[in-house]
């Protein structure tokens, strides 16, 4: 599983990607504080953390994705769902 300084530099260049910006993100970096990060953003950031991560998130999910901190939280339980689905 990665670990955090790993999932943030991984999302930095995913939220490059998404929001065309070079602004810097941390775990505590929320919706409100980028412009970029509407409705639209959403959809787009969901998109690219589907296909960088091979995962997907549902609807509901996706909704709740409103911080940095909340994509890390995400991942590192979409990681445990994935082992104990192998086990």
Avoid: C, H
Avoid at 2 to 15: A, D
Wanted: glycine share 2%.
């Amino acid at each position: 599983m990665r670990n955090n300084k790993i999932l943030l530099s991984e999302i930095q260049k995913i939220f490059n990607k998404v929001f065309k910006s070079r602004f810097i993100i941390n775990e505590k970096t929320k919706k409100n504080n980028i412009l970029e990060w509407d409705s639209l953003g959403t959809v787009n950031l969901i998109i690219e953390l589907e296909k960088f991560y091979k995962i997907k998130i549902s609807p509901d999910k996706a909704l709740k994705i409103d911080s940095v901190s909340k994509i890390i939280n995400f991942l590192k339980k979409k990681k445990l769902d994935v082992k104990k689905i192998n086990r």
